[in-house]
């Protein structure tokens, strides 16, 4: 039983890292950023809303997931068949999608920062963590 719950707990721990790291790249800031200084105020309102929503979704997805003991794909299986291989599908792509954009804001960043192209600040954001784990 021991074991179980430590591989639940490292488990979840990984899970919540995952998904807290990945709403907070150079992509999301920087298009918060352009956004917010054209809309001003009413662009504040919506991330406000938008925040809450989130918190309140999240802790619902987790509390669930946490009580049940299962992998989210399981769950969603559990409630609608099929549902587990579409959330996987949708988390890949989802994953990739908003990756992409991080590295593109990183892009930019460095663009930004050292005047050079937004194609090369891309690639150097790509190259650097791939040196770093590879």
């Known amino acids: 039983m021991a ?6 707990s490292s ?10 790291t990945s709403a ?3 992509g999301f800031i920087t298009q918060t950023t352009v956004f917010t200084s054209q809309q001003l105020s009413n662009f504040s ?9 989130d918190i309140v979704v999240q ?11 299962l992998k989210a794909p399981a769950l969603a299986n559990r409630v609608l068949p099929g549902a587990g291989v579409l959330l ?3 988390v ?8 992409i954009g991080n590295v593109a804001g990183s ?8 005047g050079i192209s937004a194609t090369t600040g891309a690639v150097i954001s790509g190259a650097l963590p791939l040196h770093c784990f590879y």
């Open 3 to 8: 074991k179980q719950q430590q591989w639940m």
């Open 59 to 69: 802790l619902n997805i987790w509390k669930a997931i946490a009580t049940t003991g």
């Open 11 to 20: 488990g979840m721990m990984g899970a919540a890292f995952l998904m807290a």
């Open 107 to 114: 892009g930019l960043g460095l663009q930004t920062m050292f």
């Open 45 to 53: 309102f919506v991330i406000l809303v938008s925040i809450l929503i």
């Open 92 to 99: 890949v792509a989802g994953g990739m999608v908003f990756n």
């Open 24 to 26: 907070i790249g150079p």
């Open 88 to 90: 996987t599908i949708m």
